[in-house]
């Protein structure tokens, strides 16, 4: 049985990395040879090394023709409103493109593809957010596009919020076909720290940091009150600026920074999910929004601690410039205990809801059914 796995692929970003290494370690513990695919290989190379994946140029969907399986992983890839803006610009860079609907045609031959879609492939979309589609509704007839959804083996979404709002567009697709799922930078194998304790300790607390996402103002005020007491303040924003050489050891090197820190504050979704999974207490941060307008907005957040059923893990801000108020609820979080009970409740709730998750994956890609 031939499997192929399209990839958002996003390279110098260390979260997708970690969204594409969970394919990879899932499907090597269910014994499945797969290929990587994605549209956008850098130089539309036939192929390109990333990391400990090779990735193969999908020029159209007929390189997938002859698959059993196709799975759409990760992201936001199988969502319209991705086709009509993050990959009409990624289509722009990467193939020359200079027409918004040739872009998009592109996406629907690569992500929604009628002629898998229609035929016997079975079609999977796993782990993606669609949480934007109210955004596109004036820009695209988007019944026109049920008939594909329709086809579609399973559709697990990532989130609560993008389960309501699939089905809610497209409620034939839901019909034994669409059930939460989670986001797939869970499913790397993790490396949990050990647990740190104060009894014996001889070095300072440390906090790693990193702003790159809701474009919040004053955050020194938030290093200064860390740095007063005394703690290490690790700076994490090279997690959106990986290296494109040697990536899985960029990576690697960088998840051993966040494994030393005591406590993440940030605003980035990936940073706080992978330091999630390997133990570390995380606090979140992002500026109030009741809708997720594109691919990088603030809702998702909310949406994952929600989800998690850590919604108190995420500090949500009026606007963006942070008080010395808010900086000292940040912080809250080094407290020993504080931080020992969100270690405790994080991976009580994580590893429930990822034994979970894979169990349901497994469902859909035997069974073909979701339940």
Request: charged share 20%; aromatic share 10%.
């Amino acid at each position: 049985m031939k499997t192929a796995i399209v990839v958002a692929h996003n390279p110098q970003n260390a979260g997708m990395y970690s969204v594409d290494l969970g394919a990879l370690h899932f499907f090597s513990g269910l014994g499945w040879p797969v290929d990587f695919f994605c549209p956008t290989v850098l130089n539309d190379a036939p192929t390109a090394g990333y990391g400990q994946m090779t990735l193969n140029h999908l020029k159209d969907s007929g390189d997938l023709a002859g698959y059993d399986n196709v799975i759409y992983w990760g992201d936001f890839t199988t969502n319209p409103q991705y086709g009509l803006h993050d990959f009409t610009q990624r289509a722009f860079q990467h193939d020359g493109l200079r027409d918004i609907n040739a872009a998009f045609q592109r996406w629907l031959d690569c992500f929604l593809p009628a002629r898998l879609l229609n035929g016997p492939t079975r079609v999977f979309s796993f782990g993606q957010n669609f949480q934007t589609i109210w955004s596109i509704e004036k820009s695209l007839d988007l019944q026109v596009l049920a008939p594909l959804y329709n086809g579609f083996e399973a559709i697990l979404p990532r989130d609560s919020f993008s389960v309501e709002h699939l089905t809610g567009y497209f409620p034939q697709a839901a019909q034994g076909k669409v059930q939460l799922g989670m986001d797939c930078a869970f499913l790397v194998n993790p490396n949990a720290c050990p647990i740190r304790t104060n009894e014996g300790r001889t070095e300072p607390l440390r906090v790693g940091m990193c702003f790159g996402r809701s474009k919040l103002l004053n955050l020194d005020i938030l290093v200064a009150e860390a740095r007063g007491r005394d703690v290490i303040v690790e700076d994490l924003s090279r997690w959106l600026s990986l290296p494109v050489r040697n990536v899985h050891w960029q990576f690697a090197e960088l998840l051993e920074s966040v494994r030393r820190c005591d406590l993440i504050i940030s605003d980035t979704y990936h940073l706080l999910i992978n330091a999630m999974r390997e133990g570390v207490a995380v606090q979140g941060v992002g500026v109030k929004v009741e809708r997720q307008e594109k691919s990088v907005s603030d809702f998702k957040k909310r949406t994952l601690f929600g989800d998690l059923g850590l919604p108190n893990f995420y500090l949500e801000l009026d606007d963006k410039t942070v008080t010395k108020e808010q900086a000292d609820l940040l912080l809250q979080a080094l407290d020993p205990d504080i931080a020992a009970d969100r270690r405790a409740r994080t991976a009580q709730n994580i590893s429930e809801k990822t034994e979970q998750y894979r169990a349901d994956l497994k469902e859909a890609l035997f069974n073909g059914s979701v339940h």
